[in-house]
T-cell receptor, first 113, second 117 residues
Framework: NAGVTQTPKFRVLKTGQSMTLLCAQDMNHEYMYWYRQDPGMGLRLIHYSVGEGTTAKGEVPDGYNVSRLKKQNFLLGLESAAPSQTSVYFC????????????FGDGTRLSIL | AQSVTQLGSHVSVSEGALVLLRCNYSSSVPPYLFWYVQYPNQGLQLLLKYTTGATLVKGINGFEAEFKKSETSFHLTKPSAHMSDAAEYFCAVSSPLFTGGGNKLTFGTGTQLKVEL
């Protein structure tokens, strides 16, 4: 049972560098989400997708881009990393409907120097 | 707009004591409510959820929560704490009227539970 898998688990970047975080789910879920978690702030939604080929902005989308080319994958990109993007990033997926729980990956710990 | 307030960012209990983690929500319509647990260096794991029906919901690891509409609360309890319960707990709310697709959860800021011998 892989569930939701995130790669990489850790990464250190320099300011201005770019990178892509990969999320893969094997539960055939339609919906996928990217969150960031910062101390004392809970989880905040960055972008989400309600199906292959669709994406939408969440609560804190600035500085990030996403793509959902395949149903099972959801990519989060940082085009020009900034220290304010140092955080733990979580991917989640869920079935359709607001009563469906989200299933989370183990996170990517990203530091921007 | 919906919101979640978790009272107490840190809660400490003795092993074997009652665990009570508080969650109050704000929503214009009856919400769907969730409790998640996060162990160190791991993702969030669903403990339990309330959608409709019985207001007392039982979850994994002996936890339960009661939806009280009149108090706009969804407090999490466990009769007897175990050392393995030490973790961070998040309450989240989802509105059933969200029509844009997806299940947009609003999370509280979390409560760190410490269990002492």
């Amino acid at each position: 049972n892989a569930g939701v898998t995130q790669t990489p688990k850790f990464r250190v970047l320099k300011t201005g560098q770019s990178m892509t975080l990969l999320c893969a789910q094997d539960m055939n879920h339609e919906y996928m989400y990217w969150y960031r978690q910062d101390p004392g702030m809970g989880l905040r939604l960055i972008h989400y997708s309600v199906g292959e080929g669709t994406t939408a902005k969440g609560e804190v989308p600035d500085g990030y881009n996403v793509s959902r080319l395949k149903k099972q994958n959801f990519l989060l990109g940082l085009e020009s990393a900034a220290p304010s993007q140092t955080s733990v990033y979580f991917c989640a997926s869920s079935g359709t409907g607001s009563n469906q729980p989200q299933h989370f990956g183990d996170g990517t710990r990203l530091s921007i120097l | 707009a919906q919101s979640v307030t978790q009272l107490g960012s840190h809660v400490s209990v003795s092993e074997g004591a009652l665990v009570l983690l508080r969650c109050n929500y704000s929503s214009s319509v009856p919400p769907y409510l969730f409790w998640y647990v996060q162990y160190p260096n791991q993702g969030l794991q669903l403990l339990l959820k309330y959608t409709t029906g019985a207001t007392l919901v039982k979850g994994i690891n002996g936890f339960e929560a009661e939806f009280k509409k009149s108090e706009t609360s969804f407090h999490l309890t466990k009769p007897s704490a175990h050392m393995s319960d030490a973790a961070e707990y998040f309450c989240a709310v989802s509105s059933p009227l969200f029509t844009g697709g997806g299940n947009k959860l609003t999370f509280g800021t979390g409560t760190q539970l410490k269990v002492e011998l």
